[in-house]
Every structure is written in C-alpha cells, then in structure tokens.
C-alpha cells in the first residue's frame, strides 16, 4: 500500500453533558459541556476546520488538502444539540450525529442491561433542527444493534431502512453510517456501500491516513473521552500518538 499523503484525525464523542456519578457505567464517553467547548477552541487556535463527515469527504479521498478534523457524535444524544450545537455554531464548525433511526425520542436503551444511565435521544423533530441548522444527520441502524450477530436480511435492513427514514424526515441524503459497537466486517461494509452510503466509520483507533485505496467504509476515528485534556487532544491531533498499533 502506498504511504498517506497526509493524516486526517475524525473526532469520536458520545454526549456531551457532565459526568454521572464516579462509579457509573461508561462514565468517560461523558465529555463535559466546558471542555468540549475549550476543546472546539483548541482545534480553531491550532487552525484546524472541523467538519462533518460529508463535507470532509474531498480531503479523505485526498482531492483536496487542509488541516481539518471530522467531528461525529455516536447515537444521537438531546444533549448533543443542547451543549454542542451552539459551540460548533460559533466557530463555524459542522459535525455529523449517527442517529439510530427507530430511537428518536427514546434513551440508549441499548446501553440498560449494563447499567448505563439513561438520557433522552434527540427526538425527530429535534434531528430535524440539527440538519437545518447546517450539521449532518448520518446513520448508526435502526435499533442499534449488533450487525455481526444480526442474519444477512437483518443487518440489510438495518443499514437500508435507517438509511431511507433518515432521508424522510430530514428530507435531504443520508450518506454517512457508523457500525454500532464498532463491530464490522468485509461483508457489512459492502452492503453499507450497496446501500448507498459514501463512507462508513469505526471505533478502530488511527487517524485517517489519506492514500490511494484507501477504504472508505472502515474509516477509523480518535475516541476524545471525559478525561481527554488538552495536551492529550494535541498528541491525539497532531502526532502519531493514535496510529500506534495495539493489541
Ligand atoms: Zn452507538
């Protein structure tokens, strides 16, 4: 494979809301309101363009170059358009929410059996503001499930149909998707193409290293959890630290 001609880091954050209790499940996939703030800050003082992941697309398939940074938000939390809408406002940024489509109005209900608390998820007409006001709905399934457990018609469905409600109610393409639990394989990342998305997102840890061939349905990403400082989100942004191989 021939060497990136550069690296693009694409941000992962779940909600953005003050952390539950010490000891609560999944506690770090909460990034505080303030730090989030100060970290969008960050990547305007470093120069950084923070985009969704449709109008990142030119710069993964190296068509154009820039230092830009993809902003996703898993599983469509309220509190992404509560905390983080009007930063991202502010600065000129975009960012892509994966919502799960047959969840609107519900709670990661997904996430209950491991004790996880459970807080709203942005409601249709709440995904609908988040597009009009210039951000990106893209899809994470219907049910949020685990599409390697799923049969073949199951997990088609699940890519198809979250697909086509999305489109309905936001009334504009959906072409981004993000398999739940991370969990992917060859074959799912073909029927997410099939189906009509440009490219897909993982929890695979790496910056995206742009090259030719370079596949765009097993994009990885840089998890930012709640207790990612700032010196961290530089090493995370500008080096190597993320692309180390792991076990
Ligand atoms: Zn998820």
Redesign the pocket.
């Known amino acids: 494979m021939s060497s990136p001609i550069s690296f693009i880091p694409i941000l992962t954050y779940h909600q953005i809301a003050p952390a539950p209790p010490k000891g609560s499940a999944f506690r770090s996939l909460c990034v505080s309101p303030e730090r989030f703030k100060s970290q969008m800050h960050w990547l305007k003082r470093l120069g950084f363009q923070a985009l969704c992941m449709r109008e990142l697309m030119p710069y993964v398939r190296g068509e154009r170059v820039g230092r830009v940074v993809g902003i996703t938000f ?2 469509g939390y309220q509190n992404n358009l509560t905390h983080a809408l009007p930063v991202l406002k502010a600065l000129g940024f975009t960012a892509t929410v994966y919502a799960v489509s047959a969840m609107a109005s519900g709670s990661n209900i997904w996430d209950a059996h491991l004790g996880v608390a459970q807080v709203p998820l942005m409601s249709e007409q709440e995904l609908r503001l988040w597009h009009e006001q210039g951000q990106e709905v893209g899809s ?1 399934t219907e049910h ?1 499930v685990h599409l390697t457990q799923c049969s073949a018609l199951e997990a088609q469905e699940e890519i198809r149909r979250s697909k086509s409600s999305l489109e309905g109610l936001i009334q504009a393409p959906v072409e981004q998707f993000c398999y ?2 991370g969990e992917f394989n060859a074959e799912l990342a073909s029927w997410v193409q099939e189906a009509g998305y440009k490219a897909a997102t993982t929890t695979q840890r790496s910056r995206v290293g742009v090259r030719e061939g370079l596949d765009l349905f097993t994009l990885p990403r840089v998890p930012i959890v709640r207790s990612t400082m700032w010196p961290q989100l530089l090493l995370k942004l500008l080096t190597a630290y993320e692309d180390r191989p792991r076990p």
């Open positions: 898993d599983d994470h949020h739940p639990y």
